[in-house]
């Protein structure tokens, strides 16, 4: 079993920053990849990134270049830094373990 709370959400003007944060419980967490996902509604979740135990990443097309996915096992932390954000990145941005879920946290860039 492993629980994830995220959180960093918020509203920002095109142009900004946020800090994501994927906390995880379970002891599990270290050996799964862990992805960062969005959905706006009316359209089909989509990946922003994902980082496997080893450190590996892996970037969505629409947030490459802008975002950082990183990782700390120890403290079962996974931060998402989105830089330059844009309108559309407006979205409910979900960490996934698995088959695990957290309850999403909210961006909302806007001017």
């Known amino acids: 079993q492993v629980n994830l709370v995220e959180s960093g959400g918020g509203s920002v003007q095109p142009g900004g920053s946020l800090r994501l944060s994927c906390a995880a419980s379970g002891s599990a967490f270290s050996i799964y990849t862990v992805g960062w996902y969005r959905r706006v509604p009316g359209k089909e979740r989509e990946l922003v990134a994902k980082?496997?135990?080893?450190?590996?990443?892996v970037y969505g097309d629409s947030v490459k270049g802008r975002s950082t996915i990183s990782r700390d096992n120890a403290k079962k932390m996974v931060d998402l830094q989105m830089n330059n954000l844009k309108p559309e990145d407006t979205a409910i941005y979900y960490c996934n373990v698995w088959a695990w879920w957290g309850q999403g946290t909210q961006v909302t860039v806007s001017s």
């Open positions: 980082i496997t135990r080893g450190g590996i990443v």
